[in-house]
């Protein structure tokens, strides 16, 4: 077939290259055209070739080749030399190898003709394609291994599941290599394929397709290729597919009737019990809801359900009482809550009795009114009765009542209640103005069984009577001028109580005063009065204060009176009654500087002072008498206290004036001084001794008398003094001086009271400074005579 196919192919191109060659001729004489030299432009081969031998293409063949091996013939372009090789003296052309068409389906090469000898070219090179020729070599392969769908149960017969789709490699414009025929080869009778789409469709009626008898099937298409003509390849794939749910089947319930028991002290919303109902669906198609519909007990219980468990949750909906009703018998239904209205004619056992048994319990005591509501008057007595309440033991036995209040809600033990009957009496006086509601607690209980008790709140409202009387609103102290006649102030009252048709207060001026005062009062009507002025001209000096005294009198009954004293000072004013000058308490109470503000003043002014006194105290009490007096008589003096008594107040344990000199100290001393820290009780046992008898049993004597002798011989008689003394305290004192003896070879380190620095110093050289320094050489420099 090749080689028939190259052979005509060639006759092609000779005859048309006559035909150009002719009519060339027609148009022109001048003008030839050259006939084209080659006798090739296309080549065709078949893929696949399973031959041994290379495989013959075709012939490449130009007019420049007389046949006698002059010419050679040059193969370039795609796969030249390895894939295709060209016979040089004749143009023989081959495939060396095995092609495929699905891998590169043609190749483009170039060929020329040169001279053997001299080597140039006889020919223009020229392009040429060798193209494949497809062979159905190749099956239909589908685009997933495996594919999944899904379709509504009950659906009609043709409706569409899914589509598969299937590629062929081999060439579809040449022959029917590439053409695709699809078929099922299982899932017969339920689903089948278009075989020219590869949709997949239901083929089985409503009826059939049940996801509730079958959910899932595996369907298995074939793809065939040469349109499904015997030969052709075959490819095939799985598709799963699964019955999605609708709502064709009805909840029903799992039994016909349920019995549940229940005790009479169940409350509101207490569960009772569960019914169950089944639905063959599934997810949303299965979610359902129950209701009574009709029965003895329709108020009385009521159901739910349990969103998780899609069960029906039976409770109380109203109290129980096992003495007025013992059981009770409702019918329920459950329904979806979604409904399909294709399958809502579809009938079920939807519908269940329940029968509710009470069971008897001892309950407490039950009042007949969830709460109380008494009124007493503020004036009753004690022992007086406010009102009762009553309860009664809801069971059967009637066990009997007693009554108490709950103490925690009447602290002060105001109310008490009578545990018989259940009244309600006052054991102590009650005033509205006080607490005008008292509420209470009463608690009932069995007395057989007190762990039995129920309590019900009483709130009682204290009725008002005119017990108080009207007040003035405030006190009322004001100014009038000493030349004025006038209004001067509006008073007005106040009355704790509470009348029914509201307050109405009368004022007049009290009757011990009325018919000599200054003043008047005049009603204005609207439980306020004025306060006007009976003279032209008041005198300030002759009398600055007047106390008007007021009557107030209420309007209900019984009537209820007061009286009230208004203060009125007399001021001088200028001519717009503006007050200039006024009497001290006049000026405390004026609107400029009060009375409280004049006392805030005062205590400032005095917490002041005690201040400045109390620093200047500490600034003397912190100043101390300088230890050394004298430059020349310097003295080490330390003074150690180990006691929990006298402290800083105990200044007599040393006297450092008595030491230097005493024998005047000795003379001047009184006969039993005493610490200032104590006061003595008994006189002393022992006389105060002098200094020189017994001091020599306490010190040895230092030779020749002196002031070392003298400090000695006082130090032994203080020693002496405070041994024999009873009435000294109990301190632990120590004083130490500063006493080295009189043979002592230890010098005083200190530079105090030392002469020796001035006495070897020569100041001569100062007057030698000039003019300037003359001063202070004539200080330094003059004898010590001088001074």
């Known amino acids: 077939c090749t080689v028939i196919s190259t052979l005509i192919l060639g006759l092609f191109w000779c005859c048309h290259s006559v035909r150009e060659e002719a009519g060339s001729g027609a148009k022109g004489a001048g003008i030839k055209r050259v006939r084209r030299g080659w006798m090739w432009n296309q080549f065709f081969l078949q893929e696949e070739y399973t031959g041994s031998d290379y495989q013959y293409i075709g ?87 495996v594919y999944t769908g899904s379709v509504p149960e009950r659906s009609e017969i043709g409706t569409s599941v899914i589509q598969v789709t299937a590629t062929d490699a081999d060439d579809s414009m040449y022959g029917n290599s590439a053409k695709l025929v699809y078929s099922i080869s299982q899932g017969h009778p339920y689903f089948s394929v278009d075989p020219n789409t590869g949709v997949i469709r239901t083929a089985l009626g409503p009826g059939d397709m049940d996801r509730e008898q079958r959910e899932h099937y595996q369907v298995v298409i074939e793809a065939k290729d040469m349109a499904g003509q015997r030969g052709g390849l075959t490819g095939s794939t799985i598709v799963n597919i699964t019955l999605t749910d609708v709502n064709d089947n009805a909840p029903s319930f799992t039994q016909s009737i349920y019995q549940f028991r229940v005790p009479e002290s169940f409350k509101h919303g207490s569960p009772v019990g569960r019914v169950r109902a089944t639905d063959r669906d599934i997810g949303q198609n299965a979610e359902m809801f129950f209701t009574i519909v009709s029965g003895d007990g329709m108020d009385v219980f009521h159901i739910s359900t349990d969103k998780q468990s899609q069960e029906g949750v039976i409770s109380v909906n109203k109290p129980l009482d096992y003495e007025r009703k013992q059981s009770y018998t409702v019918e329920i239904q459950v329904q979806n809550t979604h409904i399909d209205p294709r399958f809502s004619s579809v009938g079920s056992n939807n519908m269940a009795t329940v029968r509710i048994s009470v069971e008897d319990v001892d309950e407490p005591p039950l009042f007949d009114k969830p709460w109380y509501e008494l009124e007493v008057k503020e004036d009753a007595g004690v022992g007086s009765a406010v009102g009762a309440v009553s309860a009664v033991d809801p069971d059967g036995a009637r066990s009997p009542v007693k009554y108490a209040i709950d103490r925690r809600t009447d602290l002060d033990r105001i109310f008490n209640v009578h545990p018989g009957n259940g009244s309600i009496f006052l054991l102590r006086p009650i005033d509205r103005e006080e607490s005008a ?84 009062v005049r009603d204005n009507g609207d439980n306020t009065a004025a306060i006007l002025t009976r003279r032209n001209s008041y005198s300030r000096l002759q009398q600055s204060v007047y106390l008007v005294a007021v009557v107030i009198t209420d309007a209900d009954y019984p009537m209820q009176s007061s009286t009230g004293t208004l203060t009125v000072r007399v001021c001088t004013c200028d001519r717009h009654g503006n007050m200039e000058l006024c009497n001290a308490e006049a000026l405390s109470s004026s609107p400029g500087l009060s009375t409280g503000a004049l006392i805030a003043i005062l205590l400032c002014a005095v917490i002041l002072l005690m201040i400045v006194f109390l620093f200047a105290a500490l600034k003397r009490q912190r100043k101390q008498e300088p230890l050394i007096i004298s430059k020349e008589d310097v003295r080490d003096n330390v003074v150690s206290y180990n006691d929990e008594g006298g402290g800083e107040e105990d200044t007599q344990a040393f006297d450092m004036g008595a030491l230097r000199h005493p024998d005047s100290a000795a003379v001047l001393e009184e006969p039993a001084k005493q610490r200032r820290d104590i006061m003595p009780t008994d006189t002393l046992l022992y006389p105060p001794l002098r200094r020189h008898a017994p001091s020599a049993m306490l010190l040895p004597p230092l030779g020749p008398r002196d002031n070392n002798g003298d400090v000695r011989d006082f130090i032994n008689q203080r020693v002496l003094e405070h041994d024999c003394n009873p009435t000294a305290p109990p301190y632990d004192s120590l004083a130490t001086y500063a006493y080295e003896g009189a043979g002592s070879v230890a010098e005083s380190l200190s530079s105090l009271g030392s002469a020796s620095s001035e006495a070897d110093q020569d100041y001569q050289y100062l007057s030698e400074w000039g003019p300037r320094f003359r001063k202070l050489a004539d200080l330094y420099g003059a004898d010590d005579d001088f001074c």
Request: proline share 5%; glycine share 6%; with cysteine.
């Open 437 to 520: 509601w008292h509420n209470i607690s009463v608690i009932a209980s069995e007395f057989n069984n007190p762990r039995q008790s129920s309590t019900v709140n009483v709130y009682i409202k204290v009725l008002d009577i005119n017990d108080n009387p009207p007040v003035l609103a405030t006190t009322y102290e004001t100014y009038v001028c000493e030349k004025s006649k006038a209004r001067i102030q509006t008073i007005s009252a106040v009355d704790p109580d509470e009348p029914s048709s509201g307050h109405r207060f009368f004022f007049s001026l009290a009757p011990e005063g009325a018919h000599r005062s200054n003043f008047t």
């Open 59 to 145: 012939k490449l063949q130009s007019d420049q080749d007389r046949g006698d091996g002059a010419v050679k013939y040059v193969l370039s372009g795609e796969g030249a030399g390895s894939i295709f090789v060209l016979d040089e003296n004749n143009g023989d052309l081959h495939a060396t190898r095995r092609l495929d068409r699905e891998e590169k389906a043609f190749y483009v090469l170039r060929a020329t003709v040169v001279n053997k000898r001299t080597g140039l070219k006889l020919e223009p090179e020229t392009e040429f394609v060798i193209k494949l020729h497809d062979i159905n070599d190749n099956e239909p392969t589908f685009s997933k291994e």
